[in-house]
């Protein structure tokens, strides 16, 4: 199966500031590559599918690059509400795999 | 609007059975793929398994396959996840979630939480 490995684990971010996240997928995964946020006690939410296009209603500030076997989420300037764990998700290979996740924690 | 509402849940004993349900509403059930993906207390996410809209095709991870079975029933909008023969490590949050042409998870239910613990 694909492994997905995202990095770092936990990302410290003041308020206001740049999150760069990073997902690399064992194999190559085309651009079949989504990003979730979960907050705890909640689903999975999708942020981003097809590496760069953003979900219904996902505010701008959240941006996908990337091709092949490395992706980039990027989130412009945190807010509060963004606070959270975020995974990426191949589903170019079944199975579908995820990463570890990174979680973005205030600083 | 799209409703997954997952039930079915609870403790069970090693080497127990448990039925899941996924009851879908606010969109043609009958149109899509459903899947169902779970979540140890603590970990990430992990795909679980798959059918198409029509029931005629299954797919498992290697960790349930033998031991899990999915199924729907198009009538009642209504899918399911029979689990037998469960262990310790299928102790999880299971969410039921949806694709009608591209594999990724727009919508998810709230989950519906599996302990396995003697």
């Known amino acids: 199966e694909v492994v997905m490995t995202q990095s770092p684990a936990t990302l410290s971010v003041s308020p206001g500031e740049r999150a760069t996240l990073s997902c690399r997928a064992s194999q190559s995964v085309s651009s079949h590559l989504a990003w979730y946020q979960q907050k705890p006690g909640q689903a999975p939410r999708l942020l981003i599918y097809?590496?760069?296009t953003r979900a219904t209603g996902v505010p701008a500030r959240f941006s996908g690059s990337g091709s092949g076997t490395e992706f980039t989420l990027t989130i412009s300037s945190l807010q509060s509400e963004d606070f959270a764990v975020y995974y990426c998700q191949q589903y170019n290979n079944l199975p579908q795999t995820f990463g570890q996740g990174t979680k973005v924690e205030i600083k | 609007e799209v409703q997954l509402v997952e039930s079915g849940g609870g403790l069970v004993q090693p080497g127990g059975s448990l039925r899941l349900s996924c009851a879908a509403s606010g969109f043609t059930f009958s149109n899509y793929w459903m899947h169902w993906v779970r979540q140890a207390p603590g970990k990430g996410l992990v795909w679980v398994s798959r059918i198409n809209s029509d029931g005629s095709s299954r797919t498992y991870a290697d960790s349930v396959q033998g031991r899990f079975t999915i199924s729907r029933d198009n009538a009642r909008n209504t899918l399911y996840l029979e689990m037998n023969g469960l262990r310790a490590e299928d102790t999880a949050v299971y969410y039921c979630?949806?694709?009608?042409?591209?594999?990724?998870?727009?919508?998810w239910g709230q989950g519906t939480l599996v302990t396995v613990s003697s």
């Open positions: 979630t949806r694709h009608r042409y591209v594999e990724y998870f727009q919508y």
């Open positions: 097809g590496v760069s």
